[in-house]
Each structure stands twice: as C-alpha cells, then as structure tokens.
C-alpha cells in the first residue's frame, strides 16, 4: 500500500470545510472493517483513508501547521498501513463499566506477546504480530489500544474471497471466534491487492 506523504495532508481551513462528509464517508468505510471478537476486543482494519483521516483529526486536535511536525505524524501513522500481502488492525480493548477496567485489563495481560490472536483463513493460521511497547507483564500494565499485523502466505491471500476467514482468540481468561462477513472480506480484499 502506497505511504500517505504530508502533501496530502490538508491545512486546518481546508480541512475544516470537507470534515462532516469526509468523517461520515469514514465511519461508513469502517463499518464492515471494525469486527467484534469476544466480549471486550474490537479489530479496526486501516487501509490508506482510515490512516489519513487520523492523521487529519491529530493535526486538527493539536492544532499543527508546521510542516515538520506534520511530516513526523505522517511518519508515525504510515507505520499503520499494511504492508504487502498484509492486513493491519489497531486493536481496542473496549470495556464499557469504569469499575472494571483494570480488572479486565488485568486479565488480559499478555494478549499482544504470544500467539493468543490469530487470523485464519481457510486452513491457513495466521499469528498476529503485535506492535511492541503496549504492554508491560512485569509491571502489570496492558494498553487499551494495540496494533497488530498479519502477514498472510500467498494460498491464504488466493483463496481470502471464497474460504471461511475468522479472528480467533485463544488468551486464558478470553476466548472467540468471530468470522468475518462477505463485506469485510470485500473491503479487506482491496488491502491485499
């Protein structure tokens, strides 16, 4: 997938009057992309307009306009994008109830650090190969927000239209599977390409 270059990224005035249709053409795009696996994890697939429209959204938070620190942000969020023969998903620990947080969070120390994700398509497993620097076992510390890969070998990228795909999640104290539907592998089909 191409990398986004900060001369596609707008200034905060032109920006501003795309976006209401540029954010809702987004959470459409997301729809079939953002799967719910379990009780608490939810993957979001990024392709080129998911990264750029974050990138937009922190330099309209931050309020940047200088050229540099917009070209690092764009070095950052480019680190999100699949790369060739790839699927990338930032990965969200979602618990609604305040009180539970760090319990739930507790228990899933160690999700992004063996092979407890994983992609499978047809009989092909893919592991996800998670963005280091999230969580800390020895400190007992998770992120809520992870970023994950999966590399998938030639006959899995072939046959991703017609055979069954799922994210399965095999931790101790958290296990599902959720296949994904014919509108998401569409739209993640694009990705592959």
């Known amino acids: 997938?191409?990398?986004?270059e900060t001369a596609e990224i707008l200034n905060l005035v032109e920006y501003e009057k795309i976006r209401e249709a540029r954010r809702d053409e987004i959470i459409e795009l997301k729809r079939p992309r953002r799967v719910q696996v379990g009780r608490y994890l939810t993957f979001v697939f990024e392709n080129r307009a998911t990264v750029w429209?974050?990138?937009?959204?922190?330099?309209?938070?931050?309020r940047l306009v200088d050229e540099a620190k917009i070209a690092e942000e764009v070095d950052v969020y480019n680190g999100l994008l699949p790369r060739a023969g790839e699927l990338s998903a930032t990965m969200l620990i979602e618990i609604d109830d305040s009180p539970q947080i760090k319990p739930v969070l507790d228990k899933l120390l160690g999700i992004?650090?063996?092979?407890y994700v994983r992609m499978t398509i047809g009989p092909h497993v893919v592991v996800g190969d998670f963005?280091?620097?999230h969580s800390d076992e020895e400190r007992g510390k998770l992120s809520a927000v992870h970023f994950v890969r999966f590399a998938l070998p030639p006959d899995a990228r072939r046959n991703f239209s017609t055979a069954?795909?799922?994210l399965v999640v095999e931790h101790p104290n958290e296990r599902a599977r959720t296949v994904l539907s014919d509108a998401?592998?569409?739209s993640l089909l694009a990705d592959l390409a």
């Open 112 to 115: 992004d650090t063996r092979d």
């Open 184 to 186: 998401t592998k569409q």
């Open 164 to 166: 069954e795909v799922a």
């Open 53 to 62: 429209f974050q990138i937009q959204e922190m330099v309209r938070a931050e």
């Open 131 to 133: 963005e280091t620097g």
């Open 1 to 4: 997938m191409k990398l986004l």
